[in-house]
């Protein structure tokens, strides 16, 4: 059963920076694309950024980009998100997520994720 436990949200002030973590359990880590999405109450999860199988390719949402960069450490099974210089609008429950099967491409809708994580919620203050 595929696993995926996020980590290291919090309450930031802005132009602050954090550190996110997903733990992957359940599969073979390094097979699989990987993503980051937001959401906010009463807001459709959106697509924040995603990595390809080996971490040699990354998408990030236009709102992101030069700011969030998201890695992986497949030894460690664990996916990270780094965001700096974070704005009041990036205030969101952060989650992880893998596709169902070992798609080479990086998927940019939830409807391309088979499994998430319960989430780890980022406030901003400004």
């Known amino acids: 059963q595929v696993q995926l436990v996020e980590s290291g949200g919090g309450l930031v002030q802005a132009g602050d920076s954090l550190r996110l973590s997903c733990a992957a359990s359940?599969?073979?880590?390094?097979?699989?694309?990987m993503g980051w999405f937001r959401q906010t109450p009463g807001k459709v999860r959106e697509f924040v950024a995603g990595i390809n199988w080996i971490g040699d390719s990354t998408r990030y949402a236009d709102s992101v980009k030069g700011r969030f960069t998201i890695s992986r450490d497949n030894p460690k099974n664990t996916l990270y998100l780094q965001m700096n210089t974070l704005k009041p609008e990036d205030t969101a429950v952060y989650y992880c997520a893998t596709p169902l099967s070992q798609i080479t491409i990086v998927q940019l809708i939830t409807a391309g994720y088979a499994y998430w994580g319960q989430g780890t919620q980022v406030t901003v203050s400004s």
């Open positions: 359940g599969r073979t880590f390094r097979r699989y694309t």
